[in-house]
């Protein structure tokens, strides 16, 4: 739809019904708590969640794009008009992202954290289990693939990862990334990891693809597998309630299996961990507390 007809129709006025003289009265405007309401019945996605003064800010200058200035004609708008519907969506997730976000804490990943966690579930006769939630287009769960399939553990590791907004899955499956998407990767890593596509364009080996499986789920409100040696939750929450972080923490801590790790974003240390039952361990490394005999403490921490 052009623009211009989206904006016309979109600014169209709703009329609610009639007076008593059989006049025409228009609807009355919404306040963003009703547009919320209406949001999550559609979406399931409660922005009530999120940071309130970011979000609102968000929304409205997409509305302003548009010349709206009433939610109740925006919301019409969503559920009319599925391309609007899905920037929506996109404005409100921000999918920014990119392969091996802070390198140095990769590196951490793969020197401290991954061969323990490979021992650990070697010694359960079990896959290692990961899970990265918040993946966006996913470039951060790759990322744990490459590093796992240099070590040898791909074959042996089961890598979940979820997002909110199924667009950016869709993109996730097909693995496509273009140059300026590469520039943490190495020459090695680019000719190992991708084929090149023409046009700039680069494919995520089919391995690669196999190896993670991409899937649909809201942080906020949908239920939590449990048993994960890592969990990549990183650059989420940033946009989350205290309160919304809060039981997103317990949840989290919950999916994880003893001596499990939680990974998270540069600009967000867990302050209060040890009430979630979390020892840090590195940084934006916790680990998951557990009874431990007190000659093993030293060894659980290498900060
Ligand atoms: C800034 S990106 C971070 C991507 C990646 N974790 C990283 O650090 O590069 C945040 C992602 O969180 C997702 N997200 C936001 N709210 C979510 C929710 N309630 N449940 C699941 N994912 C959510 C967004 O769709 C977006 O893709």
């Known amino acids: 739809m052009e623009a211009r007809e989206a904006k016309a129709r979109a600014c169209r006025i709703p009329w609610a019904g009639q007076d008593s003289a059989g006049s025409p009265v228009p609807a009355a405007a919404w306040d963003f708590e009703t547009f919320a309401q209406h ?73 401290k954290i991954l061969p323990e966690l490979a021992r650990n579930a070697a010694r359960r006769g079990e896959p290692l289990k990961i899970w990265s939630a918040g993946c966006a287009d996913g470039a951060e769960p790759y990322s744990v ?78 239920p939590y597998e449990s048993g994960f040696d890592l969990i990549l939750c990183r650059n989420v929450v940033i946009y989350f309630t205290e309160d919304a972080k809060h039981s997103l923490y317990r949840r989290l801590v919950g999916a994880l299996a003893e001596q499990g790790i939680l990974f998270v974003g540069g600009t967000e240390p867990i302050l209060r961990y040890r009430e979630y039952g979390l020892d840090l361990v590195g940084q934006g490394f916790y680990r998951r507390a557990s009874r431990v005999p007190s000659d093993a403490q030293g060894r659980r921490h290498w900060v």
């Open 39 to 111: 949001v999550y019945a559609k979406s399931g996605i409660d922005l009530r969640a999120y940071k309130r003064q970011q979000m609102q800010r968000r929304i409205n200058s997409l509305m302003q794009s548009l010349g709206i200035e009433d939610y109740r004609i925006y919301f019409e708008l969503l559920d009319k008009d599925r391309g609007r519907y899905e920037e929506f969506l996109r404005r409100l997730t921000i999918n920014v992202t990119e392969f091996f976000r802070n390198p140095e804490r990769y590196d951490d990943l793969r020197e």
């Open 145 to 222: 693939a490459m590093i796992l399939a240099e070590m040898g553990l791909l074959r042996q590791a089961r890598i979940l990862a979820t997002d909110v907004d199924v667009q950016v899955l869709e993109r996730a499956r097909a693995g496509v990334f273009v140059e300026f998407e590469m520039k943490n990767i190495s020459s090695q890593r680019m000719q190992r990891f991708f084929v090149s596509g023409g046009q700039g364009r680069f494919q995520v080996v089919e391995d690669l693809r196999r190896a993670v499986e991409f899937r649909r789920h809201d942080l906020l409100q949908d």
